[in-house]
């Protein structure tokens, strides 16, 4: 994967973090609708981006263990084989698959990330209108729900895209191992240094 893409898919993520984090901050200052602007009209766009991306780590790793389970290690067919050595092989033997591959578990990842912000967002908003009592009940739990219906979507999408890219991997994996010739043992693959699940 571009740094570039990885740096943008890192923001995308943290640019929600600070979205909820914001609302906290907020619902513990009593911040009124008109002080967002006050408070942080003035915040440069080079620092926040900073702030952005680290958030994004930290969220992305925190989501990536709470769908460890879920996500898969190994791969289904060939039966097996860890997800973690297919990538590396796909990585040292075509860069145009690897690219291919790259850009579908960068989709999986933000969602991944975003069943947490939505979560997230929902419950700083609400605990915000709960402490400066904005909007009526009926608007405010329309909102909360919207957003965690959002967080849903984005766990079934989440899902979907795993196994997609799980299966995508796999079937590039099966190519180039069948275009060298031969299976690669799994024993050569393992003693590898590995890339980790992303």
Known sequence: ??????????????????????????AALGWQPSQFS??????????LSALAYVLGI???????????????????HPPGTPV????????????????????NRSRFRICRAWTLNFAMIAVAYATWNARVRIHDWRHSAAVT???????LLAA????????DYNSQVGKVFRFLSDRQGNRIPRSTLCS??????Q
């Open 1 to 26: 994967m571009a740094t570039t893409q990885l740096f943008v898919e890192l923001l995308v993520i943290g640019f929600g973090v600070t979205a909820w984090l914001v609302l906290f901050v907020a």
């Open 38 to 47: 006050q408070h942080l009209g003035g915040v440069a766009l080079v620092p």
């Open 58 to 76: 930290i969220v992305d790793r925190i989501a990536r263990e709470l769908f460890a389970r879920v996500s898969g290690t190994a791969l289904a």
């Open 84 to 103: 973690a050595d297919a990538e590396l092989l796909i990585c040292e033997k075509s860069e145009r698959l690897w690219n291919s591959c790259a850009y």
């Open 145 to 151: 729900a919207l957003a965690f219906l959002c967080s």
């Open 156 to 163: 079934w999408a989440t899902a979907r895209l795993n196994r």
């Open 192 to 197: 590898r240094p590995r890339l980790g699940r």
